[in-house]
């Protein structure tokens, strides 16, 4: 059976024609150098409710490091919150700043986000107030949220060890520490309880926050679209407190097999992205402690969120598997996924919360079978559509379902302004394009926010920077490339009310307003 929502206080996607927005957190205007859950978060849900739209899409939320670039996509934990997204502003309201300490914010640009630079004064800014918070009588829900967050022991300590070795990865940590062994980890436990206290506190904030974002957005009738990365990261505490669960050398502790995908039209090597794989099975059987992480982890995600789009879900059908010492993704081999009966195991927490299926790529029946299966919605991409023929799946006239959600780009996507003037855009792409839209090709953006929100697909969505028409300079992500990545912010004085009331007459048009 397809799963459905049970939830009666909510609206289901597949219930009627909707749009949003793809925005992430960190792209938002404000003061701090990158966007937080906070004021300019709550501006962010009005413009989006003015704009007459039903739904908020933004990437992970976990925590970020300049080892990887920053990317949402390689987190150091899969349930922890980005102590970055946290708003000063909150820290006040809990009297933990005063306005006075936010006085002296350096200058940070408002067209980018300057990581090493935000890093530097949100920490200073972080620990100034958890010595205010030590001083003060330990809340009641600061104590009820760290016995109830199970996931947050592994993470504060993975953290605070991370700190003290220097930021290597835990496989270069003891050998006692990074094997787990017991007597270590207490020793550990009660060497680095302040840090420990420290990085709970950061989660706390963290998750008053985001309860409160949440809330605001549902009072406002948004609904929130999270991002699942299916895998995790090597140097994560997923992964160092959750040893069984991954495919590692017995000796080195490091991934025997990592993920990403064969080679095709687009790289003669295909793409090696270095997670680890997971050991699905254990003598032949499913492995539960695998799927009860998975259980934890999607509860996780249904504390912050409505609907959740998971990468790469073909993944889960069947996967590509490359030998660790292998430097490209050449000699992989495809292995069988755990398929439906890993959904099914999910059943407890999927009928809560709904899911997208990112079903790009090399995408064979039996993974479109395993989606339909699941009755999950899967991805129109608009920027796909005009490559080939008038039987491309991507074109709105081939869509036959409305159980699909359509975008005209997602973050890997250059901007459509961009793909339209970029010169390696094949020619006969563009006139394609411009021939379906009856256009000269002058605001191809809206072009194609008309094509997506005119199409079947129950839900269109938009990231920010085609409905404001921006070029490739505020691309967010170059797939394969790891610097210039998650940088983009949108400066306030673009979200105009004339942008929005441009954006809610599209929408009300093509019957999606709430």
Same mark, same amino acid.
């Given at each position: ?165 220097? /930021?290597?990865?835990? =496989? !270069?940590?003891? *050998?006692?520490?990074?094997? #787990?062994?017991?007597?270590?980890? %207490? ?96 003598? /032949?059987?499913?492995? =539960? !402690?695998?799927? *009860?992480?998975?259980?934890? #982890?999607?509860?996780?995600?249904? %504390? ?211």
């Amino acid at each position: 059976m397809p799963f459905t929502t049970k939830r009666k206080d909510i609206t289901s996607i597949k219930d009627h024609r909707a749009s949003g927005i793809l925005m992430h957190i960190t792209s938002l205007p404000g003061p701090f150098g990158i966007g937080e859950a906070g004021p300019e978060a709550r501006a962010f849900i009005d413009f989006l409710k003015e704009a007459g739209q039903s739904y908020w899409q933004f990437l992970p939320l976990g925590p970020t490091s300049a080892a990887f670039g920053h990317s949402p996509y390689m987190c150091s934990s899969a349930f922890a919150g980005n102590p970055l997204l946290i708003s000063p502003d909150l820290l006040v309201d809990l009297g933990l700043l005063s306005r006075k300490d936010l006085e002296t914010t350096p200058g940070f640009s408002k067209y980018l986000v300057e990581f090493e630079k935000v890093v530097l004064f949100k920490r200073k800014l972080f620990h100034h107030a958890f010595r205010a918070f030590r001083s003060k009588v330990t809340p009641t829900d600061f104590e009820l949220f760290c016995h109830g967050a199970k996931w947050l022991e592994d993470f504060v300590l993975y953290q605070a060890l991370k700190e003290n070795f220097g /930021g290597l990865p835990w =496989q !270069a940590w003891p *050998r006692e520490l990074a094997s #787990r062994d017991p007597q270590a980890l %207490e020793e550990a436990k009660g060497r680095f309880k302040i840090q420990i206290q420290f990085h709970q506190f950061l989660q706390y904030c963290f998750d008053v926050q985001w309860k409160r974002f949440k809330k605001e957005a549902h009072e406002r009738g948004i609904r929130l679209i999270g991002d699942l990365p299916i895998y995790v990261a090597p140097d994560s505490a997923d992964v160092w407190a959750n040893q069984d669960c991954f495919l590692l050398d017995p000796d080195r502790l490091t991934p025997s097999f990592v993920a990403g995908v064969p080679p095709d039209y687009f790289s003669k090597t295909g793409q090696r992205w270095g997670n680890p794989i997971y050991r699905w099975s254990v003598n /032949g059987q499913a492995n =539960q !402690a695998l799927y *009860r992480w998975w259980l934890a #982890r999607l509860k996780r995600l249904a %504390e912050q969120v409505d609907v959740i789009r998971i990468d790469h879900f073909r993944g889960f059908e069947a996967y590509w598997s490359i030998p660790a010492s292998e430097k490209t993704a050449v000699n992989g081999k495809w292995i069988k996924g755990p398929g439906k009966n890993f959904f099914d195991a999910m059943a407890p927490v999927l009928k809560e919360l709904e899911v997208i299926a990112e079903d790009l790529g090399t995408i064979t029946p039996e993974v479109i079978r395993l989606r339909d299966e699941m009755g999950f919605p899967g991805m129109k991409v608009l920027q796909f559509a005009f490559d080939s023929d008038e039987k491309n799946l991507y074109l709105p006239h081939n869509y036959d379902t409305t159980n699909c959600v359509v975008y005209t780009g997602t973050h890997d996507n250059d901007t459509t302004v961009g793909w339209y003037l970029d010169p390696n855009t094949p020619p006969a792409a563009k006139a394609r394009a411009v021939r379906y839209a009856h256009s000269d090709g002058s605001a191809i953006h809206w072009d194609f926010v008309r094509m997506a929100l005119s199409s079947i697909a129950c839900l269109a969505v938009i990231p920010t920077q085609d409905i404001l028409g921006f070029g490739s300079d505020c691309r967010m992500n170059h797939p394969s490339t790891t610097k210039g990545n998650w940088i983009w912010r949108c400066a306030p004085e673009f979200l105009t009310d004339a942008v929005a009331a441009s954006l809610h007459d599209e929408t009300k048009f093509y019957a999606r307003t709430p």
